[in-house]
């Protein structure tokens, strides 16, 4: 192909592209314009929703700009149709555009009339005759690359170039993730496009886009149902915080930015917890065993509340012992949440008292004015609500500190060791003896907690509840501190301010939905009762033990809506060289793998080194790779390394200062911790030990050998 051709093609797309930059630039000033306006004038009308429509476009344009900038441009694609050859090419883009006279110079990516770009293929070319991608840099275009799809057709386009795809996938990698619009590939774009209803479960082995594709999904929903999915919010949990900051660009890099991004540990409003239990640990809070060990805990009597109530009426020396105290207990349970009923306890011990009036001389009063008078006096009110306070969720959970309580509500369902493990995670009563901070496994036995006590009751100063209401109210300043003093070591999270009836969302998107524990489950459930949702996920990178626990959970959380499940089976991350190893790994130790074809070949394969001294070893090779590559290393250890891997790190001069930020190119980091994410190159550092470090060590170390795009090395200390 002739380079002048391939020259003069990029100019003229160039002289395109500057088109709709200056065309965006008018839209941006004059929208610009008009909220001022609009400010000053101090009103917006319906010339205000379109003000507002035109900043978003300039808002959005702004921000992939600056995020995207080396990667594919604000228009990426050119589709000429048989049909319409003689019609205006259309050109495709991050967002849609109309020029002054209002004709289409840029149709958004998710629209209809893009949807054939990604569809059209040299076997149903569905009217293409030619399909360009245009590689850019900011704004200036630096190549195209073509597909001639209908070749039967009568044409003089010129085709250049050699494959966008290929190009996009040998690029160098950063610390984040990028969107794929130029090259999403035809069943991708199917799972993307799905009819919103129900459920689109996304399955396929490492490195086929599940997450890409399934972030370019909720881009997709919010453009067909923007009015919905605003409002109503669309969640996205992913396995942890390196991860989410790992896809946090993708989403604003396609204009959106109305999605919250949580890890496990964050998907309760007001926590966050980024600590991990050790994998017995994990194994216990996360069973559904845990929900029934949490219903009977929350029916239990306040630890240390009083055990007793007495006050003398007229001739009666009236009293309430533990018995009937444990009556009135499991009588104000039966009437619905336990924080709903604040409002019900002052009479229903009122009524209690009032059952055990004898003497003639309080007889002589109305039942009336007997409650009156206890709702007047303040030993009262203060028993009231020191035996039934007002209870927060990590408070509750605090009195499993408790290793006599664990063992009474566990009994049947947690067997000895199971109430070991936790006690020993939850550590010490001891005075002077700090709880740990929460962990990313306690988040969802507080929420469930939350879940079971309900919300306390809304206090609407003026109702005939008055005194009762205030002195319930008065007990919340009380929960705050109890819930510090009980559960919080050094604050990590703060303490849970939104009301349950506040979690739902209109789209719940769950990222390596393999790994959810059955009480994640019940606890991102909870979040998409009345939601669509996508889940993607590949079984044989599980870390979960017990797969059919967790697949009931999962059912469980999705009710009765229908599931549309998407497969995709081509690898787009490793070389095929390293792929090849880690599937012939998955295959000797017996995991159920889902393997993909990976379509890039770079002839280097895997280094496996048998070393004398790990030290010298992991310096040499980690030198060697950042020296030769240009983008990420990864240096991947057994958890119980970490802190020695790290420390080498630190005193070899040359990275040195390397490791720390979040956007620092080397990264040392645990198997566990490479879930969701890929480098350039990688050092795995003792595989074995990955593997015996857990039940699903295997699943976690074929992660591992998953994770590199162009090269990897394995140390093994003999
Ligand atoms: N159509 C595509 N065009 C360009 N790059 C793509 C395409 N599809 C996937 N990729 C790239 O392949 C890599 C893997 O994608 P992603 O992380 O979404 O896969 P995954 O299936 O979630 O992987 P895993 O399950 O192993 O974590 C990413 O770099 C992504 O950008």
């Known amino acids: 192909m002739n380079s002048d051709v391939a020259a003069r093609e990029v100019a003229r797309e160039q002289a395109y592209v500057d088109t709709v930059y200056a065309q965006m630039e008018k839209a941006a000033a004059s929208a610009q314009q008009l909220a001022q306006e609009g400010l000053e004038r101090g009103r917006i009308g319906n010339e205000g929703g379109l003000v507002e429509r035109d900043a978003m476009v300039f808002q959005a344009a702004r921000r992939m700009a600056t995020l995207d900038a080396a990667h594919e441009g604000l228009v990426f694609g050119r589709l000429d149709l048989r049909t319409e050859l003689d019609a205006p090419p259309r050109y495709i883009g991050r967002i849609g555009l109309r020029d002054d006279a209002y004709d289409t110079l840029l149709i958004d990516w998710r629209a209809p009339a893009a949807a054939v770009f990604y569809q059209a293929t040299q076997h149903d070319p569905q009217g293409v005759v030619r399909r360009r991608i245009l590689r850019s840099k900011g704004v200036k275009v630096l190549g195209v690359e073509d597909d001639l799809l209908d070749a039967e057709a009568e044409t003089d386009l010129p085709i250049v170039g050699e494959g966008a795809l290929l190009a ?49 999904r909720a881009a997709y929903l919010l453009y067909g149902d923007r009015r919905r999915y605003e409002r109503g919010g669309v969640l996205v949990v992913g396995p942890s915080g390196v991860f989410m900051r790992y896809i946090e660009r993708v989403l604003p890099s396609l204009g959106e930015t109305a999605v919250a991004l949580r890890s496990l540990g964050e998907v309760v409003d007001g926590l966050r917890a980024t600590r991990r239990e050790e994998p017995s640990v994990a194994e216990v809070k996360g069973s559904a065993a845990m929900a029934e060990v949490l219903r009977r805990l929350a029916r239990q009597a306040v630890p240390d509340a009083p055990t007793e109530f007495r006050v003398f009426y007229r001739d009666d020396n009236l009293v309430l012992g533990r018995r009937e105290l444990a009556q009135i207990r499991r009588q104000l349970l039966g009437m619905g949440h336990r924080n709903r009923s604040t409002t019900k306890v002052a009479s229903t011990l009122i009524d209690a008292l009032w059952r055990r009036v004898r003497s003639e001389r309080a007889r002589e ?65 001891d005075p002077g003896v700090e709880a740990p901070a929460l962990s990313v496994d306690d988040v969802p036995l507080v929420d469930e907690l939350r879940y079971l006590l309900g919300d306390p009751p809304i206090v609407n100063t003026g109702s005939v509840d008055d005194e009762w209401l205030s002195a319930a109210d008065s007990s919340l300043v009380e929960v705050t501190t109890a819930s510090e003093r009980e559960y919080a070591g050094h604050r990590s999270w703060t303490p849970p301010t939104n009301r349950v009836e506040d979690d739902g969302f209109a789209h719940v998107l769950v990222d390596e939905a393999q790994d959810l524990t059955p009480m994640q489950w019940r606890m991102v459930g909870r979040r998409g009762r009345t939601a669509t949702w996508t889940i993607v996920g590949d079984a044989a990178q599980s870390s979960w033990p017990v797969p059919e626990e967790a697949r009931r959970a999962r059912a469980e959380a999705l009710g009765d809506k229908q599931v549309h499940d998407f497969h995709l089976s081509t690898n787009y991350r490793n070389s095929s060289e390293i792929y090849d190893f880690a599937a012939a790994y998955a295959e000797r130790v017996g995991l159920d793998a889902d393997l993909p074809d990976a379509v890039r070949s770079t002839g280097v394969p895997p280094l496996e080194l048998a070393v004398d001294d790990l030290e010298t070893a992991v310096h040499e090779q980690l030198a060697d790779l950042a020296g030769s590559l240009e983008g990420t290393v990864g240096v991947v250890v057994p958890a119980a390394r970490l802190g020695e891997v790290r420390r080498w790190l630190a005193s070899w001069p040359e990275f040195a200062g390397e490791s720390g930020s979040p956007d620092s190119r080397i990264v040392v980091l645990p198997g566990l911790d490479t879930k969701g994410l890929e480098f350039d190159g990688i050092v795995v550092v003792q595989p074995q030990e990955i593997e015996d470090e857990a039940s699903t060590g295997r699943a976690t170390l074929y992660v591992v050998y998953t994770r590199a795009t162009q090269r990897m090395v394995t140390l093994t200390a003999r």
């Open 168 to 216: 996009q996938l040998s690029r160098a990698r950063d610390r984040s993730m990028h969107s794929i619009v130029a090259t999403i590939q035809a069943e991708q774009d199917k799972a993307i496009r799905a009819p919103q209803k129900g459920v689109v479960s996304i399955s396929g082995g490492p490195g086929t886009g599940k997450t890409v594709v399934a972030l370019h």
């Open 365 to 429: 009063r109305t039942k009336e004015d007997f409650v009156e008078e206890m709702r007047g006096r303040d030993d009262f009110l203060a028993f009231a609500s020191a035996w039934w306070p007002v209870l927060d969720a990590p408070t509750v959970l605090g009195w499993l500190r408790d290793p006599e309580l664990l063992a009474r509500v566990g009994e049947g369902v947690l067997d000895d060791e199971a109430v070991r493990v936790l006690s020993k995670s939850w550590g010490s009563t």
